[in-house]
């Protein structure tokens, strides 16, 4: 994706940011979880599953999945991957298509439940393999990401939205949860993995290709 300019430089950025990222991601959750774009001669790529050492599993929760409940609904999912339960696991009567009764909530990427007469009844909104990432705000870059994934079948389409914003400071889970349409669901966490690694470029000369090889350490 190209903002604020189509030069031929700025795509040869991008392939070649591309390519590296395939590369250092193969075989990897964190390879579903890479979003670059240009902006006027600056390069932003997010990598939400890439480790440091405060988070060394990114943007993913470390209990295994994220929780937030609003207006009677609850909301469980998890970013990058899919979801592990050790303590908290959602019970319901249906949950046929996201690990079934045993292992309700570890076949899908989200989830969520509702009581409807007195029983949870269970409908998944997402998984790993429909996600796509894109920016929040297209005239603010800096500002985060926004993760989407869906689950769409004959009889519904639903959706997930997760705002994560870039906090360069901590960690704030999901507070809030709003229904959009009929199976939609957008909510927002505030996460350092949010926050993009910026590269300038000067000009039009091979300055592009230095900075992307010593900010990710590649040497042809």
């Known amino acids: 994706m190209t903002i604020g300019g189509n030069s031929l430089t700025a795509r040869l ?4 940011v591309v390519t590296i ?3 250092v991601s ?3 959750v ?3 979880c890479e979003f670059s774009i240009v902006d006027h001669n600056k390069l932003y790529n997010y990598s939400l599953a890439s480790p440091s050492s405060k988070f060394p599993h990114g943007v993913l929760s470390e209990d295994g999945f994220y929780k937030v409940a609003g207006n009677g609904t609850v909301l469980w999912f998890q970013l990058c991957d899919g979801m592990i339960f050790n303590h908290d696991r959602p019970t319901c009567l249906d949950c046929t298509d996201c690990g079934g009764p045993s292992r309700c909530g570890m076949g899908c990427s989200a989830l969520v439940t509702n009581s409807i007469g007195g029983y949870h009844v269970c409908r998944t909104v997402g998984f790993a393999t429909s996600m796509s990432i894109n920016l929040i705000d297209t005239r603010r870059p800096h500002m985060g990401v926004v993760v989407v994934m869906s689950n769409r079948s004959p009889m519904y389409n639903c959706s997930v939205s997760v705002s994560v914003l870039c906090d360069l400071v ?16 957008a909510t927002q966490l505030s996460h350092p993995s949010g926050c993009a690694r910026i590269v300038s470029a000067h000009g039009n000369g091979w300055g592009w290709f230095g900075g992307i090889m010593t900010l ?3 040497h042809f």
């Open 26 to 28: 193969l075989n990897s």
């Open 21 to 23: 990222l395939h590369r």
């Open 216 to 218: 990710y350490g590649f």
């Open 170 to 185: 901590g960690v704030q889970g999901p507070q809030t949860l709003e229904k959009v349409g009929i199976c939609g669901y």
């Open 30 to 32: 964190s390879a579903s």
């Open 13 to 16: 950025l991008v392939l070649v």
